[in-house]
């Protein structure tokens, strides 16, 4: 087996190049990347990270922090993640937090301060200030997906103005019975993105000059299982039911779309309903949504963060990322969106229109 001297003669290239292309440094080329790799193959050469690590001061491993890695969202954004890490060269190590607040203290004032990993990526995690200065404190990058975090590179979208698109899709319709699903006390205790939703849905109503009806402000728990149960409750009540529901996310609308069927409402002729996210069965119960893509978050969540490490430029971030701007250590993408309308929603029942 050669060693990496060999590898670089028959690579043609340089000891630092094929050094940089097999620990997966963002600075070489895909030609000259490829014939590294060929060349090490061809040797039977694998590269000794421990070796790299001590040389470099890096472990190529990055931590990803979830709430919970079995929903759908988290688990598309941990696939984006993982992909371009792999790419890259880069383990992975995963934090499932739960709902637990010893987990979370745990992984936030413990793990993630052994320096085992040299970057971390916290998805749909509020951090307080002291939380956030202590991880700074250890000279690592941090990015965070789902909302800003001061002073760490963050990844969002614009959840606020999203969820005041879709209302103003449903009130442009004709309606003016709108009812919202949004997220239950647990979810808006760390995981804020149900309020700031809520909050886009009254902002679209009161521009509109629509009232809302105080009991069709439900809460779930963003599952379909959740929202079915939510959605039966509010539509069991025949003499006033609302037009449209605009559910907190596809899944919940999802629920909502069933619910009405045991209720033999007829979706969009006699219940328009939308959603938001991009869940995978939105195409396939014709769902109008908003997809923010949250693979393409993971990916660009972990290019931002290799950007970081190997200090490179705008074009190497959404070249790896598909998407976004370069980070430096605070700054702040907006992740691009696409309004999808589908069949769920129409023109309110005849009578029924303002």
Do not use: C
């Not at 001297?5 to 997966?24: F, I, N, Y």
């Not at 039977?44 to 690590?53: D, K, L, N, Q």
């Not at 990322?321 to 029942?349: K, Y």
Request: charged letters at 20%; hydrophobic letters at 40%; aromatic letters at 6%.
């Amino acid at each position: 087996m050669g060693g990496i001297k060999e590898v670089a003669d028959r690579a043609g290239l340089s000891v630092a190049t094929v050094s940089r292309a097999l620990g997966g440094k963002a600075n070489v080329s895909a030609k000259s990347r490829q014939r590294a790799e060929e060349a090490a193959r061809e040797l039977g050469f694998v590269p000794s990270y421990h070796a790299s690590s001590l040389a470099s001061g890096r472990n190529h491993n990055i931590g990803l922090v979830v709430p919970s890695v079995h929903r759908w969202y988290f688990s598309s954004v941990l696939e984006g993640v993982s992909e371009t890490l792999l790419d890259a060269g880069y383990d992975l190590t995963l934090y499932n937090v739960g709902e637990l607040p010893e987990r979370r203290d745990s992984v936030l004032n413990d793990f993630l301060l052994r320096k085992r990993l040299d970057a971390v990526i916290a998805v749909a995690l509020v951090l307080g200030e002291d939380e956030i200065q202590q991880l700074l404190a250890v000279h690592r990058p941090i990015v965070g997906i789902g909302g800003t975090l001061p002073g760490a590179a963050s990844i969002r979208i614009d959840d606020a103005g999203l969820a005041s698109q879709l209302t103003d899709h449903l009130i442009r319709l004709g309606h003016t019975r709108i009812a919202h699903l949004t997220g239950n006390k647990e979810l808006n205790r760390d995981f804020k993105l149900p309020g700031i939703r809520q909050r886009g849905f009254l902002a679209a109503m009161e521009g509109a000059g629509l009232p809302v009806h105080p009991g069709w402000l439900v809460p779930a728990d963003f599952t379909i299982h959740g929202a079915y149960a939510a959605a039966r409750q509010l539509l069991g009540t025949a003499a006033e039911r609302p037009t449209a529901i605009f559910a907190a996310s596809d899944e919940m609308a999802v629920g909502t779309i069933l619910a009405a069927r045991d209720y033999g409402l007829r979706v969009p002729e006699e219940l328009s309903v939308v959603g938001m996210d991009g869940h995978e069965l939105g195409e396939t119960f014709g769902l109008t949504t908003i997809d923010q893509d949250p693979h393409g978050q993971g990916k660009l969540a972990a290019a931002t963060a290799l950007a970081l490490l190997d200090n490179v430029g705008p074009a190497r971030v959404r070249e790896a990322g598909d998407g976004g701007t370069a980070a430096s250590g605070g700054s702040d993408q907006e992740f691009p969106t696409d309004f999808i309308i589908r069949s769920s929603t129409a023109v309110p029942p005849a009578g029924q229109q303002a």
